[in-house]
């Protein structure tokens, strides 16, 4: 048993601009824009090394898509994190799973003031404004130029002291307004969500918890927002400052207190109904809508944390080593009490959900999720795309031996009337060659429609947005 893909969790030390990518195939002469993403890049500083591969330093990545041609360019974010770990040549700033071993007179004094925030935005890309921004579980996130992905320094947020964040807000289609969510931990422990408006954020609401879940995002549906609280929960808050471990080594499986869901308004801040449910873990909402008295909320869950445990470098480079698949479950939330409970849309294993966000998020006539998957039977790492039909329950795939798909990103092509009209966008490690390419799919098909070659490989990302707008291309 080898190890076919870490080649792709290996350190990509080189920045290059690349004016045309060759292309096997056609790319649609109306795809006009560019795919940012951003993913961990560097996994070493001088003598230490990052445990996790959610921890390594952040790079963007730019796909420039014009009259059928594309270019590449790829930069280090040049985060306090990034710029003062390689001047010092060792590891610094914290991390998701790495802690660079503070005193404890610095561990006693940072539960007293703000904790010091690397900025490896790492996770995801947003637009606010007229600003792109990288994304982490911190609330630090940096300003960057879509172009040249220059960074041109921190995003200054004005109205919030929590010390974690997500990387994942949501735009509230029908009041042009961003929400996102915080934690703040201390003497008492709170998730908090915010509504945007450009670096202001305005409390929305604050819920007062003993032992926060650990939350990777939210879900938001017409009327609500919601927290789908997992059992991986914070022991203490006190040992999260004190003991001396990395950030998620803080939180214990608890199975025995189960999951519950919490439905809050999305315009009082009122929470409005929770349901508990049987233990899960989960990183990532799909989408979320109303029906009668019920909410129905689609997310990718786990039935305990062992992803968390799987992604340690030491385990994900080793032979043999695999990443679990994640269940893509519809859960039924009753609004008027009582527990939520769910049904399976996919036997596949399934993670990085995307959607036609921008049309169909909310909505509960939407039928498509595409994903990245582990082929059943397998032990592997993200080895197909799969887009999953809800209506007929229909699985599409794309896969090819040897190569590890990230992140499907659709974008709909701009005449498209139905809900997968256009095509998806995936950076995908090719094993053989130990370098990436970009796919591109028919979304109605799943079929290849080009592909685009990079001389050298991209390490495995999380995610990335398209943009069209004018300022990013
Ligand atoms: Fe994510």
Known sequence: MGNLFKGGLE???????????????????????????TGPAQFEVGPDSYRHWFDGLAMLHRF????????????????????ENNALGRIKYADFATDPC????????????????????????????????????????????PKTLDTLGVYDYEGTDAQ???????HDRERDLGLTYAAKYGITNEYRFYSMHGKQL??????????????????????????????????????????????IENFEWTPEDGSRFIVIDKVSGQVVVEAPTEAFFSFHHVNAFERGDELIVDLIAYPNNEFVNAGYLDR????????????????????NGGRATYELL?????????????????????????????????????NQLTKVNLTNGTVSV????????????????????????????????????ATSFLLVLDAPSFGEIARATVPQHIPFGFHGQFFTDPIAV
């Open 11 to 37: 350190t990509q030390p080189n920045e290059v601009t690349i004016e045309e990518l060759p292309v096997r195939g056609h790319l649609p002469g109306w795809l006009n824009g560019a795919l940012l993403r």
């Open 64 to 83: 420039a898509f014009a009259d059928g041609r594309v270019s590449y360019r790829n930069r280090f974010l040049q985060s306090p994190a990034f710029r």
């Open 102 to 145: 503070k005193s404890l007179f610095k561990r006693v004094a940072s539960i007293f003031t703000s904790p010091e925030y690397g900025g490896n935005g790492n996770v995801n890309i947003a637009q606010f404004g007229a600003d792109f921004v990288t994304l982490t579980e911190y609330p630090l996130a940096m300003v960057f130029d």
């Open 164 to 170: 974690n964040s997500t990387a994942h807000p949501h």
């Open 202 to 247: 305005t409390s929305l609401s604050t819920i007062k918890v003993d032992h926060p879940a650990y939350v990777h995002s939210f879900g938001l549906s017409g009327r609500y927002v919601i927290l789908a609280e997992s059992a991986l929960r914070l022991s203490s808050s006190v040992s999260l400052a004190l003991s001396g471990k990395p950030f």
């Open 316 to 335: 994900l480079r080793a032979d043999g080593a695999g990443i679990p698949g994640g269940e893509l479950r519809r859960y039924r939330v009753p609004l």
């Open 346 to 382: 996919t036997t596949e294993n399934v993670e990085l959900p995307r959607i036609h966000y921008d049309t169909y998020h909310t909505r509960g006539d939407y039928n498509y999720v595409y994903a990245a998957s582990v082929r059943r039977g397998t032990t592997d790492f993200y």
């Open 398 to 433: 794309w896969h090819e031996d040897g190569c590890y798909p990230g992140e499907p990103v659709f974008v709909p092509a701009p005449d498209g009337r139905a809900e997968d009209a256009g095509v998806i966008l995936s950076v995908v490690f090719d094993s053989q060659s």
